[in-house]
Nanobody, 125 residues
Framework: QVHLVESGGGSVQAGGSLRLSCAAS????????MGWFRQAPGKEREGVAT???????DYADSVKGRFTISQDNVKNTVSLQMNSLKPEDTAMYYC???????????????????WGQGTQVTVSS
């Protein structure tokens, strides 16, 4: 069992930046892929970015070049640096984790086992 806690959400004007962090606790002895997902009101949840323990990444087309995901295997954290934010980035952002052996990377369309409670990101125009 893995417990995930997100932090770093907030409100920002378009063009601004935010950094989300997610701390994992519990059974961290296994190797995990981690990711960030988001859900806006009235829309389905979508994958934003994922990463594996060796740093391979997958990004949604809508955030490529603006968002960067990184994982700290020592601290058991995953971060999402979000730059050049747009109003359409407004959503609840969720951290997710799933066991991920070897060099496997779970992409943004994969199913993840563990989820955080979410942190709100609001971008105003």
């Amino acid at each position: 069992q893995v417990h995930l806690v997100e932090s770093g959400g907030g409100s920002v004007q378009a063009g601004g930046s935010l950094r989300l962090s997610c701390a994992a606790s519990g059974d961290t002895s296994s190797t995990y892929c981690m990711g960030w997902f988001r859900q806006a009101p009235g829309k389905e949840r979508e994958g934003v970015a994922t990463v594996n323990h060796i740093g391979d990444t997958d990004y949604a087309d809508s955030v490529k070049g603006r968002f960067t995901i990184s994982q700290d295997n020592v601290k058991n954290t995953v971060s999402l640096q979000m730059n050049s934010l747009k109003p359409e980035d407004t959503a609840m952002y969720y951290c997710a984790a799933s066991p991920c052996a070897g060099y496997l990377l779970l992409g943004i369309r994969a199913d993840f086992n563990y989820w955080g409670q979410g942190t709100q990101v609001t971008v105003s125009s």
